[in-house]
């Protein structure tokens, strides 16, 4: 029933319909996971409008395009390298806010990044030169940075393993929202009498409006799950409607269950542990118990250790998979707006804005179907698989969208190649939506189930290559549309596509082998991040 993986991303499923939940419960009133529900889904609420908010932000500046470009004379060349630098943005402050959420606390960064919102939109609302341009993007994209890596750390803090599936379908369907609804609300708004300038007025009164709405009501979530005077729940198992895939950790596992309420938690600890008070919940900085003095020593020694994670199979992979859909993202978003204003559309900027509708309903389709969907596509797996349950099983998933997503990309460049009615590239942008929604939260749900201890480092390491290969299409997007037919190029990324995608088979067939070579180097990794030192 057990194979010798352990920890690493293989677990075993009680098949007698009780579970072991993962992490493993505490009697501590302060365990997100025993937080009552309101406090809970309120606080994943506002992590997933940050996240749906920032993406929005992060990819309304096109839609603006045509307004600068006839008020100021920006080019879209300068607008798709301001478009290269927001990606550089995005990544690389991922990177450098890393070890900050572990030193300090969640809470802090998420208030810096929506300080980067506000500076970087109201820039954006004053633009008056190319540089001004490129200059604000790299704030709007340092602004996304929380939502990149930190908001799956924050969601995970509060649900337990085998609900990783829906919550990471939630974070997709979160930044797709953003993603495709950004560019359909900038469109309203520069075709109206406010002008295109009001799109970032608006980014930047949402969020300094948010600034204050985190500060007061978004409760720190780090808990040290190793202090032993947290005890732990073991008197209840979990319901068999709930039967799903589990972690070994000894021969014989202890079937538990989270307390239902902050309430019941006080009684279970017998007021051995008290919950923090209100003040302490939404303080600015929540010091690790590891901190020491300001923590600089220990900032650096982390953002070094975490390029450690470039070593991982599986974060060179799930970065591969959603840095694909970031730049497809660029060559769509760029057809739209460059060739459908004309003959045989002329479409406005709400026309072309409207767009983004079907690619955001065939995102939220993906999205049940990589989320939802995989979660009781994984339990049946490990059924079949006698109890173990393995974290490339999620992968299978995958297959079809390698054929679904680049028929997308084929039907809607051919299309727009040849002045189609608008029916079947609106059918294409559907089946790109589809795979926009599937390639990243499968991709990132197998990262996850595979390195669970390493959440937010891997998800960093992700946000790097997603973002450097989203950059590098972006500045060449134009140029290669120049060079060749919108068939042509296309047909080519279909290809890519397809190709990117495929590399998903090598993983399901040596995905376990590459988690047997890294167990040492996880362990290592771990050892080395929550040492006393660091």
């Not at 953003?178 to 109206?192: A, E, N």
């Not at 970032?200 to 780090?222: M, N, P, Q, V």
């Amino acid at each position: 029933m057990y194979d010798d993986l352990g920890l690493n991303g293989t677990e075993r499923m009680c098949i007698d319909g009780e579970v072991t939940l993962i992490p493993e419960p505490t009697n501590s009133p302060n365990d997100p996971l025993n937080w009552s529900a309101f406090r809970r889904y309120w606080h994943a609420f506002m992590v997933l409008f940050f996240v749906a908010l920032t993406a929005a932000t992060s990819n309304s500046a096109g839609t603006a395009g045509n307004g600068m470009n006839a008020e100021l004379g920006i080019t879209w060349d300068d607008i798709n390298i301001a478009a290269g630098v927001l990606f550089v943005g995005i990544g690389y402050t991922t990177l450098l806010l890393g070890p900050a959420p572990f030193l300090y606390g969640r809470r802090i960064s998420y208030l810096i990044c929506l300080m980067f919102s506000v500076i970087g939109s109201i820039w954006f609302a004053r633009v008056q030169t190319v540089q001004d341009n490129i200059w604000n993007q790299l704030f709007v994209g340092a602004s996304e940075s929380c939502a990149e890596a930190l908001a799956q750390l924050s969601l995970s803090d509060l649900f337990y393993q085998h609900q990783r599936g829906l919550v990471l379908g939630l974070y997709i369907l979160a930044t797709s929202i953003g993603t495709f609804m950004g560019p359909l609300i900038s469109s309203f708004i520069t075709d109206s009498y406010l002008g295109w300038r009001w799109t970032g007025w608006l980014a930047a009164i949402i969020s300094g409006g948010l600034i204050f709405i985190f500060y007061f009501t978004l409760e720190e979530t780090s808990f040290d799950r190793n202090n032993p005077l947290h005890g732990h729940a073991t008197s209840k198992t979990e319901p068999a409607s709930n039967d799903v895939p589990s972690e070994e950790k000894e021969k014989t596992v202890a079937k538990v269950q989270p307390m239902s309420s902050d309430r019941e938690v006080d009684e279970e600890c017998g007021g051995k542990e008290k919950r923090k008070t209100y003040f302490q919940r939404i303080a600015l900085i929540t010091p690790s118990p590891t901190l020491v003095g300001t923590g600089f020593k220990q900032y650096c020694r982390r953002l070094l250790h975490t390029l450690r994670v470039f070593t991982f199979p599986a974060v060179l992979y799930s970065g591969l998979q959603w840095g694909a859909q970031d730049a497809w993202l660029t060559f769509y978003l760029t057809v739209e707006e460059d060739n459908w204003y004309g003959e045989p559309w002329n479409y406005s900027n709400t026309a072309v804005g409207i767009m983004c509708v079907p690619t955001l309903i065939g995102a939220v389709i993906g999205c049940i179907y990589g989320g939802w969907f995989s979660d009781f596509f994984v339990v049946w797996m490990t059924r079949r698989n006698k109890g173990i349950f393995e974290a490339e099983q999620r992968l299978w998933l995958l297959l079809p969208v390698a054929f679904i997503g680049p028929a997308g990309l084929m039907l809607f460049g051919i299309g727009s190649d040849k002045g189609w009615d608008w029916h079947m590239p609106y059918l294409g942008l559907g089946f790109v939506g589809f795979g926009f929604g599937c390639a990243g939260d499968l991709s990132m749900a197998y990262l996850m189930d595979a390195y669970p201890e390493m959440v937010l480092e891997g998800m960093v390491g992700v946000s790097v290559i997603n973002n450097t290969i989203g950059c590098l299409f972006t500045f060449t997007a134009q140029k290669w549309l120049d060079a060749q037919s919108l068939a042509q190029v296309f047909i080519a990324l279909g290809v890519l596509s397809f190709f990117f995608l495929m590399t998903t088979v090598p993983m399901i067939y040596w995905g376990k082998q590459c988690r047997k070579m890294t167990r040492k180097q996880y362990e290592a990794f771990l050892r080395l991040r929550d040492g006393p030192a660091n």
